[in-house]
Nanobody, 119 residues
Framework: QVQLVESGGGLVQAGASLRLSCATS????????LGWYRQAPGKEREREFV??????????YYADSVKGRFTISRDNGNNTVYLQMNSLSPEDTAVYYC??????????WGQGTQVTVSS
């Protein structure tokens, strides 16, 4: 069973930085592309893509709204994917979910971590 455990959320002021972490098993890490989605307040039915990184780590993808501010990376030694978030704004306030997808389309989600950015 795929398990994704997120951490690193919190309350920060606009302009600050946060780094989210998502830890998983070696099997998952080696076979799944990993990514981050977010769900903003009042949008419970809408989970927005934020960033993704390929299995090899060679390719990364970002939503236009976070390009230049967020960076996704993989740590092979710790089976962890990170989302470095800089220049945060109140519009980034959301629950951030870690996502894993394999070549068969199997998709798993973490439990989510809250990020709140005050103005």
């Amino acid at each position: 069973q795929v398990q994704l455990v997120e951490s690193g959320g919190g309350l920060v002021q606009a302009g600050a930085s946060l780094r989210l972490s998502c830890a998983t098993s070696t099997r998952t890490f080696d076979n799944y592309a990993l990514g981050w989605y977010r769900q903003a307040p009042g949008k419970e039915r809408e989970r927005e893509f934020v960033a993704a990184i390929s299995v090899s780590g060679t390719n990364t993808y970002y939503a236009d709204s976070v390009k230049g501010r967020f960076t996704i990376s993989r740590d092979n030694g710790n089976n962890t994917v990170y989302l470095q978030m800089n220049s945060l704004s109140p519009e980034d306030t959301a629950v951030y979910y870690c996502n894993a997808v394999n070549k068969y389309g199997t998709t798993k989600w973490g439990q989510g971590t809250q990020v709140t950015v005050s103005s």
